[in-house]
């Protein structure tokens, strides 16, 4: 597996290939293929155009975290066909093919045996891939076997069909969150470089530390993916208004996974810190970049002339910045009197648009410090997600119940109509297209209620400070 890179250095001995895409840039601008783009390349060398077209066209307006997730989920199965199935084509792949690739990832001694989670994951891929290539004339039949769906959102059609070979076995109910006061442990100690005690830790090299916890603290409070919250524009960012506890901002459908287009909610702390960090290391990081030419060496710039007015000409068209997508933000410039900027809300340290890959590595590199510092604390992007999900969602419906405590039928009704209901308010918030998946969410609330019951259970069953073996036949039986 690969991925696109532009800039490359060109061969001197040229070839009939390159000869005929002319410039291998401008190539990829055509066809609006971002940087990081996954393409798989078979064990001979060679590239499948129609394998590939998958993610050009299919997958080509979702974020390059998710098609590198699915390449890699991709690159299994046509590696098993190729190594264990006589170099078998994804192709012409049958059902036997199928039966013992699930052998070997779930069964196999000699396989990787993998987590039933991990296999529904694959499963739900590469079905998708095949539902593609079969309507695209690439592939006579899906391997997978499918069944007609049973989810209960009437937003799905009713014939449509998904793989039968999930396991429907797997912890699906798991969701892997932090509670506020382990976050910030996380927080404090991972990208700020303290202490676990809270001191200030002198050893600590990291660099940008208030940026990055400025970007951890937004994404927890937002719900926002990760992919999502980097492609974030300066004209995407509220002004903090004082008195109010939340500014409202809106996550245009170009950037949103799946296109699911909503308001977002910006706390009031955590985005003050957001536009500390604009003015004091993002402002530091665009004067370096200007110094050094870099945004005059940013191929086919987009350029906004008004910051009142955030227009971009785009194949001679005027368009708003809210209709341009991940590949095309990054080259978005401003044109202010200091001189040129991108309008990308996240730089990294050289003042050039940040990618989500530079985000996860960042919390990779906090992990290992709270593990060098002996804290059994961990995160990752999509832990800040559920999080946010799992504690909005504990608050709302703690504050729903308590009004309609001491309702009558009908006020509950008319409460319900007016004030809506909390899941649903959760749902919005995360883009979930459908309920049933914000309501896995409601698993982990249930455990926690549990675990408060469970707490209030006594240690142990005999009276205090008395052991059985202290008492005689008669004492234990009159205790029974």
Not at 172 to 198: K, M, V
Not at 298 to 310: A, D, Q, V
Not at 452 to 473: F, I, K, N, Q, Y
Request: proline share 6%.
């Amino acid at each position: 597996m690969f991925f696109t890179r532009r800039e490359l250095p060109q061969p001197r001995a040229g070839t009939d290939v390159l000869a005929e895409m002319d410039d291998l840039d401008d190539w990829l601008d055509a066809r609006g293929v971002e940087d990081g783009s996954p393409y798989l390349i078979d064990p001979l060398g060679r590239y499948d155009v129609d394998l590939n077209d998958y993610f050009l066209t299919e997958l080509a307006n979702e974020p390059t975290t998710t098609q590198e997730a699915v390449a890699y989920d991709l690159k299994r199965f046509l590696k098993f066909l190729w190594e264990n199935r006589g170099g078998r084509s994804w192709k012409v792949a049958a059902a036997e093919d199928r039966t013992a690739f699930k052998h070997w990832r779930i069964s196999d001694i000699a396989g990787p045996r993998v987590e039933l989670t991990t296999w529904d994951r694959e499963v739900a891929t590469v079905h998708r891939f095949y539902v593609w290539a079969v309507r695209e004339g690439h592939a006579a039949r899906n391997p997978f076997r499918q069944r007609r769906s049973r989810s209960r959102d009437p937003r799905r059609r009713a014939d449509e069909e998904t793989p039968a070979e999930a396991s429907h076995e797997g912890p699906r109910n798991d969701i892997e969150w932090l509670p506020p006061i382990l976050y910030r442990q996380w927080r404090d100690a991972g990208l700020r470089g303290f202490t676990p005690q809270g001191l200030p830790d002198r050893s600590f090299r990291g660099r940008f530390a208030s940026r990055n916890a400025a970007y951890s603290d937004s994404m927890i409070r937002t719900g926002l993916r990760l992919s999502e919250q980097t492609s974030l524009s300066l004209f995407e960012l509220p002004e903090v208004v004082p008195g109010l506890l939340n500014m409202r901002s809106w996550l245009p459908k170009a950037i949103a996974k799946g296109g699911s287009a909503r308001r977002i909610y910006f706390a009031a702390s955590p985005l003050k810190d957001v536009w500390d960090y604009v003015e004091t290391d993002r402002a530091e990081a665009v004067e370096a970049a200007r110094d050094s030419g870099a945004y005059e060496r940013i191929r086919n710039p987009l350029i906004i002339t008004n910051s009142r007015k955030p227009i971009v000409m785009l194949d001679g068209e005027r368009v708003n910045i809210a209709k341009l997508k991940h590949h095309e933000r990054r080259r978005v410039l401003i044109d202010t009197p200091q001189g040129l900027e991108p309008a990308a809300l996240w730089l990294n340290q050289y003042g050039m648009p940040s990618k989500p890959s530079a985000w996860q590595e960042v919390f990779k590199t906090a992990n290992r410090r709270c593990d060098r510092l002996g804290m059994r604390v961990s995160c990752h992007p999509h832990v800040l997600r559920h999080s946010f999900a799992v504690v909005t969602l504990e608050q709302l419906m703690r504050g729903h119940i308590q009004e309609m405590a001491e309702m009558t039928p009908r006020q509950r009704f008319t409460f319900q109509r007016i004030f809506g209901d909390p899941l649903n308010w959760v749902r919005m918030r995360l883009g979930h297209s459908s309920i049933e998946v914000t309501q896995l969410y409601l698993h982990t609330l249930e455990e926690l209620a549990m675990e408060t019951r469970m707490a209030l259970v006594p240690d142990g069953w005999e009276p205090s400070g008395v052991h059985p073996e202290d008492l005689d036949e008669k004492a234990v039986n009159d205790a029974a």
